[in-house]
């Protein structure tokens, strides 16, 4: 495939989404607390906005049906732009996968990618030799720095039952000291995954995954060494949190200066301090205070990003981030000379063995093995 051609069709998947929002005036001397906490609420599209340290998030959900002998859906592609098919159709999209569902072999420079898998498989592969296949409450945290490849394929191992699949995929900054270390990715398996769990006095639980930053006694996984979220003054929090029916759930401040969205994503009726939430809506409150969530009528899920601004210059080309265009630059004239190392797979769309478990194979020959 011609480079310059890859990249132009892959930067179409990280077109920004113009969002609309609903944002709440703010007076020092209001007593309103609902006021004081949430400075806005915006609907959720495929792509959520998110404040800096953190870049994007995406919500890929999709209904995947029984698989072929290829790990492909069964269902007909007639109809899907093959290659770029962002647009759902019989519950699920192709994205640039034209066998296999997914997002073949591509570059990254200057970021980090968090990836959130609450249902599904995926199978990872990399220009560093790696490989993987994880999914069912894992998650992937990879530091691209420098440079990378890396494909990330959705297979549909089920030739006998549906495949649906549901993650985030989260892009975290690095600053400008640590855009060019060297690429590295981590697995945070859902066997060892921090938990916060509590019950209210009625009965009725929460839990939070802690991916990152402590959440009252419960400390996360150690990040990659050269995360913006490894220095704990910089307040990098990633929760997921799951609410039952009727319970409240008390998520405490963090440091003035620290940027907090709360993505409510799945359930009705969550208010935050009294206020109503719309269902699928983002809530951008102020960090330093405590919220008082509550979930009166039905089971809630909501996804939490704070953190330090990094606050230094953000320039975005597809799959590139750095802090200036001359950096863009290099990045492509870099890519286009070295293909950041190559790429040591068979085909771009890399898929392992239909019978293969969860495994992380490490670029050093380290191999971890689940079930």
Not at 7 to 23: D, H, M, Q
Not at 157 to 166: A, G
Not at 183 to 208: A, C, D
Not at 222 to 239: L, R
Request: with cysteine; glycine share 8%; net charge negative.
């Amino acid at each position: 495939m011609h480079r310059r051609n890859f990249l132009s069709r892959f930067g179409l998947g990280f077109a920004a989404f113009g969002i609309p929002s609903i944002t709440f005036s703010q007076s020092k001397n209001s007593k309103n607390t609902v006021m004081n906490t949430i400075k806005s609420i915006k609907p959720l599209g495929f792509q959520w906005e998110t404040a800096d340290p953190f870049l994007f998030c995406v919500h890929h959900e999709d209904k995947f049906p029984k698989g072929n002998a290829e790990m492909g859906p069964t269902t007909s592609m007639e109809g899907r732009h093959m290659g770029s098919d962002f647009i759902i159709k019989d519950g699920f999209r192709m994205y640039h996968g034209k066998t296999v569902p997914g997002f073949p072999g591509h570059p990254h420079r200057g970021f980090e990618t968090i990836t959130i898998v609450r249902e599904g498989l995926v199978d990872h592969a990399d220009s560093m030799g790696a490989a993987g296949r994880y999914g069912d409450g894992d998650v992937q945290w990879m530091t691209a720095g420098k440079g990378v490849q890396h494909s990330e394929m959705f297979p549909l191992l089920h030739e006998d039952k549906e495949n649906p699949m549901e993650l985030f995929q989260i892009w975290l900054n690095l600053p400008r000291k640590n855009k060019m270390v060297e690429p590295h990715f981590k697995m945070l398996w859902k066997e060892i995954m921090p938990i916060y769990s509590e019950t209210s006095n009625e009965g009725k639980t929460t839990k939070v995954e802690v991916i990152a930053g402590d959440l009252y006694n419960t400390s996360p996984i150690t990040p990659p060494p050269n995360s913006w979220a490894a220095d704990n003054n910089n307040e990098v929090a990633v929760w997921n949190i799951t609410m039952e029916t009727g319970a409240t759930f008390t998520l405490p401040n963090a440091s003035e200066g620290i940027n907090r969205t709360l993505y409510y994503y799945e359930g009705e009726g969550l208010t935050i301090n009294s206020q109503t939430i719309p269902t699928y809506h983002a809530v951008e409150v102020e960090a330093n205070h405590k919220l008082t969530l509550v979930a009166p009528s039905s089971k809630v899920k909501i996804l939490v990003l704070q953190g330090r601004p990094i606050n230094e210059p953000v320039i975005q080309y597809g799959p590139f981030v750095m802090n200036s265009k001359e950096e863009i630059q290099q990045a492509f004239n870099d890519y286009h000379e070295t293909q950041f190392g190559g790429w040591p797979w068979k085909r771009l769309d890399q898929v392992h063995d239909r019978n293969r478990g969860r495994f992380a194979q490490h670029a050093d020959g380290h191999i971890e093995t689940k079930s």
